[in-house]
């Protein structure tokens, strides 16, 4: 079960960010999603990629502790930490970051997103000049930030996925979680 949550993990990670993620933004889709529609529709599925960290990092942290106490020996703190860390990643990127570029992203093209009713629907909004060059600039900063925090996101766990597939008990246990 963990080598097969790390590679759910893992995989869904580097196939959202290496494929999935630029597709929005291509000349195909903005034909029949032109922005900002193209862009709330990523944020959309972005959402849905934080969702995947949430539910492999809280089945990795069920896992090593649930194998830490069936087969004994010494707590995973490391393997632990890790897990802690890349969720706490995520939580940040989802909870902190992702509803600020949201609003950054609707302000910048004078739009919101109305929720009430049937469909969801996209109303023409007017703000200021000052609140557009505010949330273009505060966007694009980050925007960068999120792309910072999901590459770290990405390094820790093809390196820990590596760890447990070439396992030389230096954790005690042989699994991901």
């Known amino acids: 079960m963990g080598l097969f949550n790390a590679a759910v993990w893992v995989g869904g990670s580097v196939f959202f960010s290496f494929l999935a993620a630029s597709v929005f933004f291509t000349p195909e889709v903005k034909a029949f999603a032109p922005p900002p529609a193209n862009g709330l529709v990523a944020q959309a599925v972005l959402g849905r ?8 990092g809280t089945i990795a942290s ?3 502790l649930i194998e830490w106490l069936y087969n004994g020996g010494e ?3 490391r393997a632990i930490a890790i897990v802690c860390v890349l969720l706490g990643l ?7 970051i992702s509803p600020k570029l949201t609003v ?4 910048k093209h004078q739009v919101e997103l109305k929720s009430d009713g049937e469909q969801p629907l996209i109303e023409t909004v007017e703000y200021s000049e000052k609140v557009v060059q505010n949330a273009e ?3 694009a900063v980050w925007h960068g930030v999120s792309q910072i925090v999901n590459l770290a996101m990405l390094v820790l766990l093809i390196w820990r996925f ?3 597939t070439h396992t030389n008990e230096q954790d ?3 699994t991901f979680g």
């Open 162 to 164: 590596w760890r447990i």
């Open 90 to 96: 995520a939580l940040f990127g989802g909870k902190f």
């Open 62 to 64: 069920l896992h090593l």
């Open 49 to 56: 990629y934080f969702a995947l960290h949430y539910i492999c």
């Open 137 to 139: 600039r505060k966007f």
């Open 75 to 77: 707590f995973p703190k």
């Open 104 to 107: 950054w992203h609707q302000q």
């Open 172 to 174: 005690g246990l042989s």
